[in-house]
């Protein structure tokens, strides 16, 4: 693999219409110049840049590559590829900016709920209050879980890593509500969307519920979406309300709220891409979330939260933190500062910037002393002025607060993937339903570059 990679800048040549076609298929493309990739043996392939609609990353179109020159790309780890184009999200690592459909998450998190949120994701634009009504009481009408999927939870058993709870109860529901795709019927995905995004409350207490051996819960009418997540998990059924007082439970309710918020969607990560790829084949929607959430389960992607959590508790004391920040530096076997660093973010995650000032109001707010966030602040405070952490560009990620959040709520650490997956939710779903509905949808089919034995006959 001896190629040259030459960028040559040109105008848009006519003759190139094979290009042109699929640059067309790309409504928000702006412009279009040609990168020409050279190979040892000569040929030059012709390559389209694509130019987003906003921010400054630049891409070349490798979809005519093999046809013009008859070679791949590798890439192994997508650390250099974009497996699509969306108008859902969009990311500035360096800048330490992500928005939602073009508004800034830390923006919409001051002044939407959820709800709000997940019908901007899945349908462009923020809802009129007509529309909100409508969209708010679809989500209600559809939060309940059939009465036989509670034998799902019945025949696990207690001590099930929720997760794996989670993953088997979500590719369920596809036995529940079989979809056979039509590309074309935006009513059908909306609903599968719907459907979705409103179960997943249920199934998350139900998980939290099944590891205690206590019964259901079922959603109430007059509570929001993150009152009732909070109701069915912790309430007693004997009771109607939730066990603590109002004001403690409005001043939890909102923090999941925010939680849910800033959780909603982050383009192309792991588990999104799972779910696009797993999609791609016209599989079962609910089929296809689940495998984003048998992905997001791994500890290098939805583990992290509770990885500070353990952190912080072997911190222990402010006192300690000099010394384990020494341990970081020196690359002490297995010594990371969890909650630092992120392979887009090069500056301070506007998520993590957010939930730094909403943890310690909602630790005053439920009168509670959390000594992690005094250890946390000052694992900040240090690192933030230490000149390894500077060089490298480590700053707080969305995980470094949200673990002393959660815990406070009540939240046990072993349930904080699920909390990520029931707001993740309507992300993935947003992503599969964009997907199908663009044009030229067909099925993902990455190349490999075989390392294996040649043919050979058998002894
Ligand atoms: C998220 C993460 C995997 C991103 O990694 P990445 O962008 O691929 O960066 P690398 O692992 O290549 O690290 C680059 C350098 O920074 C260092 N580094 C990265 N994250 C670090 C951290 N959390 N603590 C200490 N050093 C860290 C690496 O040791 C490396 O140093 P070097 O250049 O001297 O070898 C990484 O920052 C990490 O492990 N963070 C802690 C786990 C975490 O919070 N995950 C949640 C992410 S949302």
């Not at 019945?154 to 794996?164: E, G, I, K, R, W």
């Not at 709870?165 to 979500?170: D, E, K, L």
């Not at 009771?239 to 925010?258: G, R």
Request: net charge neutral; glycine share 6%.
């Amino acid at each position: 693999m001896y190629f040259t990679l030459a960028f040559a800048w040109h105008s848009l040549d006519s003759s190139t219409v094979q290009c042109v076609t699929r640059l067309a298929l790309r409504s928000s493309i702006s412009e279009a110049d040609f990168a020409e990739l050279k190979l040892p043996t000569g040929e030059v392939a012709k390559l389209p840049m694509l130019y987003p609609s906003h921010g400054t990353d630049k891409f070349i179109d490798i979809g005519t590559l093999n046809k013009q020159a008859g070679v791949y790309t590798y890439d192994p780890g997508f650390q250099c590829t974009a497996s699509c184009s969306s108008a859902i999200t969009f990311i500035d690592g360096d800048k330490g900016q992500c928005n939602y459909r073009g508004y800034p998450v830390d923006q919409i998190a001051q002044s939407s709920n959820f709800l709000e949120v997940s019908y901007l994701l899945l349908n462009g634009e923020m809802p009129t209050p007509e529309e909100m009504q409508e969209f708010d009481s679809e989500i209600k009408q559809h939060m309940i879980i059939k009465t036989k999927m509670l034998s799902f939870f019945n025949s696990m058993p207690s001590a099930a890593h929720p997760m794996a709870q989670m993953t088997s109860v979500v590719a369920g529901l596809s036995a529940f509500y079989p979809v056979s795709l039509d590309p074309k019927d935006h009513k059908q995905h909306m609903e599968a969307a719907i459907r979705m995004v409103a179960k997943m409350p249920m199934i998350s207490a139900l998980i939290y519920r099944n590891s205690l051996g206590l019964p259901a819960v079922y959603p109430r009418s007059d509570f929001t979406y993150a009152e009732n997540l909070l109701y069915m998990m912790f309430s007693n059924p004997t009771h109607t309300t939730f066990p603590q007082n109002e004001k403690v439970f409005k001043a939890a309710a909102k923090a999941i709220d925010v939680f849910l918020i800033l959780h909603a969607d982050h383009e192309q990560n792991a588990s999104t891409s799972t779910v696009r790829i797993a999609g791609s084949s016209q599989a079962n929607p609910y089929a296809a979330v689940s495998a984003g959430i048998a992905s997001l389960w791994g500890p290098a992607h939805g583990g992290a939260n509770e990885a500070v959590i353990q952190m912080l508790e072997e911190i222990g004391t402010k006192e300690n933190v000099a010394e384990f920040v020494r341990k970081v530096k020196n690359k002490e076997a297995g010594v990371r500062l969890m909650g630092f660093g992120h392979r887009v973010y090069k500056n301070y995650d506007p998520r993590a910037k957010y939930f730094k000032t909403l943890v310690g109001e909602v630790l005053d707010g439920m009168d509670i002393q959390d000594p992690k966030l005094e250890v946390a602040r000052e694992l900040e405070r240090i690192a933030l002025e230490d000149e390894y952490f500077i060089k490298r560009k480590l700053y707080p990620n969305v995980d470094f607060y949200t673990g002393i959040m959660l815990r406070a709520i009540g939240i046990p650490t072993s349930m904080f993937t699920v909390m990520f997956a029931l707001a993740r939710t309507v992300g993935w779903i947003t992503q599969w339903k964009e997907m199908v509905e663009e044009k030229g949808f067909r099925i993902s089919r990455p190349r490999q570059i075989y390392i294996g034995a040649p043919e050979r006959k058998l002894p």
